[in-house]
């Protein structure tokens, strides 16, 4: 089985696992990473998703045996955006899905091509010390096709993404930390362990308040201060009334003072 979820209190981490690839990303492999993001999302158990690649390598991107088969004049066909239907998967699986809930990455060893793109999709990156990123795709004439081109350069600016993506090059988790396409960086083989010890910090937030935040940061992009303003009102107030007066009350009370962790 190449994906499996393993769940811890209301962490579910979704193990990428296809060792005779470097955890390549075929056609199977792209259709069970999505159902299993959707069916994280829609769980009334799991709050926070770790996405994670076994055997020390994260992603080595699209699996390029599987992409030589599809020599016909339309290729990939299926994933076209249509007018009015349903977004389609993306071809790496969950690259265009729209979750209510974060992910966080935990990288080690190689997040390159698709698997890069993949990485950049989660909200948060946890990379080892030896991960990298990199467009190594490039060499193949492969472009990006699951989001690089449009979510590097929102986290790492215009210069900085055209340099990564045009030149395909390495790009070592000290510059990722640096540039901020990494948000973490930790010892090697500690990837997981820190992003869901991450992910299980988050758990203990009010979750409906953290998920509208988070939703809110998306949704002003492109949009004047002035209509970013308006959406994060229409986007908040529900969940003041539901869990911040609530809270409030609590902290009145003398609940979570200080930085405390009784919240």
Known sequence: MSVRIERAERVWTVVLSRPDCRNAVNHETAEALYHAFLEFDASPDADVAVFWGEGGVF??????????????EMPLRELDFVEGAPVPRGPLGPSRLALSKPVIAAVEGPAVAGGMELALWCDLRVMARSAYLGVYCRRWGIPLIDGGTVRLPRLVGEARALDIIMTGRKV?????????????????????????????????????????????????????VAEGLRGEWETSIDTLRAEGIRGATRFRDGKGRHGGSDI
């Open 59 to 72: 992603c080595a991107g699209w699996d390029l045996k599987f992409a030589s088969t599809l020599d016909r």
């Open 172 to 224: 070592p988790a000290e510059e990722c930390l640096a540039i901020g396409a990494a948000n973490r960086i930790c010892d090697d083989g500690k990837a997981r362990d820190v992003a869901e010890a991450l992910a299980l910090d988050l758990t203990r937030f009010p979750q409906a308040c953290l998920r509208a935040d988070r939703r809110s940061v998306y949704e002003q992009r492109g949009k004047s």
